[in-house]
């Protein structure tokens, strides 16, 4: 999976479906106060810009070399001291996380206030069947539940929970992973019903978490 996303660095540091966004403005506003934070599966790095942008000190976190991260790492195993930074972050990643509830884990050992996660939501299994297809490096999508649970497995009190319709250019979703053929088309069948002029209806979850005191 390395290789192959660090081949997609590119396309995910100029891709507006990562670069912009409610969700994107929201984990700044959440991070208000903060002196240092960790942005874990950094991708294309646009949570760390939006931060350091408002000027807090980032670590970048990603297992693919390619996404040019500070530190090569596993979100499952974090090589950092115990509640070292203010903010543990990670966006729209979760969903590949090998064992999400490990990651989690992670984000609240490494953080000493808060932990903010966004992610896309879990639609049904026909989406989840499409999103593998799509992307074979796809796990899950969670539920709100299922966040909440992960949250709170790893000691942490959930504070606010949020969600984003977030519709995205379905032919440019396929483009980004290299997505065509049949397996294009079956994942357009599936999703036929949330495809609208072109644009698949997609919604992303936000949750924000504290470390008790």
């Avoid at 939006?50 to 990603?62: I, M, N, S």
Wanted: negative net charge.
């Amino acid at each position: 999976m390395t290789d192959t996303w660090s081949d997609r660095a590119e396309v995910y540091r100029t891709s507006r479906a990562h670069s912009e966004g409610a969700d994107l403005d929201l984990l700044v506003e959440w991070s208000a106060g903060a002196r240092t934070a960790i942005d874990v599966a950094t991708g294309g790095g646009h949570v760390a810009r939006r931060l350091r942008e408002a000027g807090v000190q980032v670590v970048t976190v990603d297992p693919a070399r390619g996404m040019q991260p500070d530190v090569v790492s596993r979100a499952e195993e974090l090589p950092f001291e115990d509640h070292v930074f203010d903010v543990a972050v990670t966006r729209v990643a979760g969903h590949h996380f090998e064992d999400v509830r490990a990651a989690t884990r992670e984000l609240a050992r490494v953080s000493a206030d808060r932990v903010l996660v966004v992610d896309t939501l879990f639609q049904g299994e026909a989406g989840e069947e499409a999103e593998k297809l799509r992307d074979p490096s796809h796990v899950r999508n969670y539920s709100e539940e299922e966040w909440r649970s992960f949250l709170e497995g790893a000691g942490l009190d959930v504070e606010e929970i949020r969600t984003f319709e977030m519709p995205i250019d379905f032919d440019e979703w396929l483009a980004r992973t290299g997505c065509t053929g049949e397996d294009a088309e079956r994942a357009r069948d599936l999703l036929a019903d949330r495809i609208d002029d072109g644009m698949l209806r997609m919604t992303r979850i936000a949750l924000r978490a504290r470390v008790p005191r």
